[in-house]
Nanobody, 114 residues
Framework: QVQLVESGGGLVQPGESLRLSCVASGFTLTDFSMSWVRQAPGKGLEWIST????????SYADFVKGRFTISRDNVKNTLFLQMNSLKPEDTAVYYCSRRDERPRGQGTQVTVSS
């Protein structure tokens, strides 16, 4: 079955960086554009970024432009999110998903606090 397993979250201070990973299985990754979304405490899902099937086209929410970078390794069936210059308002559970689908995994917690 389709599985998406996120990892790489943690507790960091403002201004620091994290790299999230999402390992996909149960489907052919190259058939799908992939996205990262997040959910902050008490809020709904928020779209962050999407990457095309081949990785050549990316798009970002305004609040992460210039700070986050999405990428993928289709050989390793893995999606990445490099997050730099993290802010307290980036605190959330981060999920990967197939484009236009709801997340399937448990997500990974990112906490930005001094």
């Amino acid at each position: 079955q389709v599985q998406l397993v996120e990892s790489g979250g943690g507790l960091v201070q403002p201004g620091e960086s994290l790299r999230l990973s999402c390992v996909a299985s149960g489907f052919t990754l190259t058939d799908f554009s992939m996205s990262w979304v997040r959910q902050a405490p008490g809020k709904g899902l928020e779209w962050i970024s999407t990457i095309s099937r081949g990785g050549g086209v990316t798009s970002y929410a305004d609040f992460v432009k210039g700070r986050f970078t999405i990428s993928r390794d289709n050989v390793k069936n893995t999606l990445f999110l490099q997050m730099n210059s993290l802010k307290p308002e980036d605190t959330a559970v981060y999920y990967c998903s197939r484009r236009d689908e709801r997340p399937r995994g448990q997500g990974t917690q990112v906490t930005v606090s001094s």
